[in-house]
């Protein structure tokens, strides 16, 4: 049974940092392409960032270019996203989500989802 398991998430100020992983299981994680969206209140999905197979390739959304940054452990199964410069328009669940090929952006026809975690960004 496949499970995608996010943690981390949380409560943090204007400026501040979160790292969320996301622990894979059921399925050859070595072998998908990761992804992480997110979905602000009232809003829909929005894809932010991807992470191909090995690791050596990644990319970000304009929203998030040069704050975030994703990064994978195949050995330890685990998705992860660094947060720095948190802004109030951070706020969202975030969801990482899997695909056996690059999925391209606008689209959300994953393989695979999390349950997702909230990141509130509030002084």
């Known amino acids: 049974q496949v499970h995608l398991v996010e943690s981390g998430g949380g409560l943090v100020q204007p400026g501040g940092s979160l790292r969320l992983s996301c622990a894979a299981s059921?399925?050859?994680?070595?072998?998908?392409?990761m992804y992480w969206v997110r979905q602000a209140p009232g809003k829909g999905l929005e894809w932010f960032s991807t992470i191909n197979t090995g690791g050596g390739a990644t990319y970000y959304a304009d929203s998030v270019k040069g704050r975030f940054t994703i990064s994978r452990d195949n050995a330890k199964n685990t998705l992860y996203l660094q947060m720095n410069n948190l802004k109030p328009e951070d706020t969202a669940v975030y969801y990482c989500t899997a695909a056996s090929g690059r999925i391209s952006p606008g689209r959300y026809d994953y393989d695979f989802w999390g349950q997702g975690t909230q990141v509130t960004v509030s002084s």
């Open positions: 059921g399925f050859t994680f070595s072998s998908y392409w």
